[in-house]
């Protein structure tokens, strides 16, 4: 599939914004805790990934009832579902200067993803930060993606192309009105508009 950048200029993908707050003391925090002094930017890219992964459970494998969004709210809360977990991927990515992008799967709701681009790479790779369970196998990889899920065609699944610099629209609406988890689940979007 071919990704789709929305916005031409690259900077826009390091922008922070009230979702992607990686300049909050807590992301700061733990991007400085998660780079070491011999690691690159796909050594760091990586420890994030790993991080947010597997670190911060997804709130629905857990049952936790708290909703999160910002990123700082999502590492301190250590909870989230994949789009907060994503928006916390892309605050640590950005933190250290790393272009990170919002990009989505549409099953029966919509499914969120990171996508990087590293320095040297002249394109964009997708990452599933959601988390592992039996099942599911994400992992950071630049050769061939290694998502949590694969969208089949003919159930009407579908991967769409187009990299945001910000959280959509019906993405951050759910996740900003929802009172609890239980809530959210009813009114996770199933499409992007």
């Known amino acids: 599939m071919q990704l789709i950048q929305r916005n031409p200029d690259l900077s826009a993908y390091l ?12 992301v700061r925090e733990t991007a400085a805790r998660l780079r070491t002094p011999e690691s690159g930017a796909y050594a760091y890219a990586r420890a994030a990934f790993e991080f947010v992964r597997d670190e911060i459970p997804h709130s629905c494998d857990t049952g936790d009832q708290r909703v999160t969004w910002r990123a700082s709210d999502v590492i301190g809360r250590r909870t ?10 892309a605050a640590l990515l950005r933190a250290e200067s790393i272009p990170a992008a919002l990009c989505y799967q549409e099953f029966d709701v919509v499914h969120g993803l990171v996508a990087v681009r590293l320095p040297d790479r002249d394109r964009w790779d997708r990452q599933d930060p959601r988390g592992n369970k039996p099942g599911v196998d994400a992992q950071f990889s630049l050769d061939a993606e290694r998502l949590a ?15 945001f610099e910000a959280p959509h629209p019906a993405v951050l609406r759910a996740l900003r009105a929802a009172p609890d988890l239980d809530h959210l689940v009813r009114t996770l979007p199933t499409a992007l508009h």
């Open 149 to 163: 899920f694969a969208p089949e065609p003919l159930f009407g699944e579908r991967d769409h192309p187009v990299l």
């Open 80 to 89: 989230g579902i994949c789009y907060a977990k994503a928006h916390a991927l």
């Open 15 to 26: 922008a922070a914004d009230e979702a992607i707050d990686h300049h909050h003391p807590l």
